[in-house]
């Protein structure tokens, strides 16, 4: 069965960046249909969608992260990365992989299984 | 951006009973909705997709159904493991959106 693991720094400081990989098993993300993703859940917004990418290369972002989210792949290690950068305490979350699921079109799919999640603070 | 509103936000129920829990999105989706479940400290699971199909391995317990702007969620006789937090998700439009979530309570 397909699993997923967050992994990456806990602590961020106010203005850098925060990096996440997630480790994939069960599946291989540079085959097949699905694309993957990052999902994140704060108390103060609930459940937002950050991002996904398929192994063409093909990445579609939330408009309200765009310029500061990238998302990448390291197929020989079957895992994809999250960078968001110029973070501020907003940006506090757990943070989610997941493997998506398709929806009327590729940029807006479900997400089926996710990672256990990691909570990521940003503080000085 | 769709806007998905769930109501009510906190639900008490004894074990047994049968809950149902709204989403309503701000326009329409027609059937492009999900359904989760999330316990404290865990991911949230797929539960129903397409507004009212279930996921395998699922408890027939659980049910989905509605179309255009409002869906609802059943459980028809709630076990002590159903006792979560339960999210909707749109996906007809970009970007995808959720719902602020239903805690179910045990009461």
């Known amino acids: 069965q397909v699993q997923l693991k967050e992994s990456g720094p806990r602590l961020v400081k106010p203005s850098e960046a925060l990096s996440l990989t997630c480790s994939v098993s069960?599946?291989?993300?540079?085959?097949?249909?699905?694309?993957w993703g990052w999902i994140r859940q704060s108390p103060g917004k609930g459940l937002e969608w950050i991002g996904s990418m398929f192994h063409s290369g093909s990445t579609y972002y939330n408009l309200s992260l765009k310029s500061r989210v990238t998302i990448s792949m390291d197929t020989s290690k079957n895992q994809f990365s999250l960078r968001l950068s110029s973070v501020t305490a907003a940006d506090t979350a757990v943070y989610y992989c997941a493997r998506t699921r398709p929806g009327v079109v590729p940029e807006t799919p479900f997400f089926d299984p996710w990672g256990q999640g990691t909570l990521v603070t940003v503080s000085s | 951006d769709i806007q998905m509103t769930q109501s009510p936000s906190t639900l008490s129920a004894f074990v047994g009973d049968r809950v149902t829990i709204t989403c309503r999105a701000s326009?329409?989706?027609?059937?492009?909705l999900a359904w989760y479940q999330q316990k404290p400290g865990k991911a949230p699971k797929l539960l129903i997709y397409?507004?009212?199909i279930l996921e395998s391995g699922v408890p027939s317990r659980f049910s989905g159904s509605g179309s255009g702007t409002e869906f609802t969620l059943t459980i028809s006789r709630l076990q002590p493991d159903d006792f979560a937090t339960y999210h909707c998700?749109?996906?007809?439009?970009?970007?995808?959106?959720f719902g602020q979530g239903t805690k179910l309570e045990i009461k």
């Open positions: 998700q749109q996906y007809d439009s970009f970007p995808s959106s």
């Open positions: 397409k507004a009212s």
């Open positions: 326009q329409s989706i027609s059937k492009w």
């Open positions: 069960g599946s291989s993300i540079s085959t097949g249909v699905h694309y």
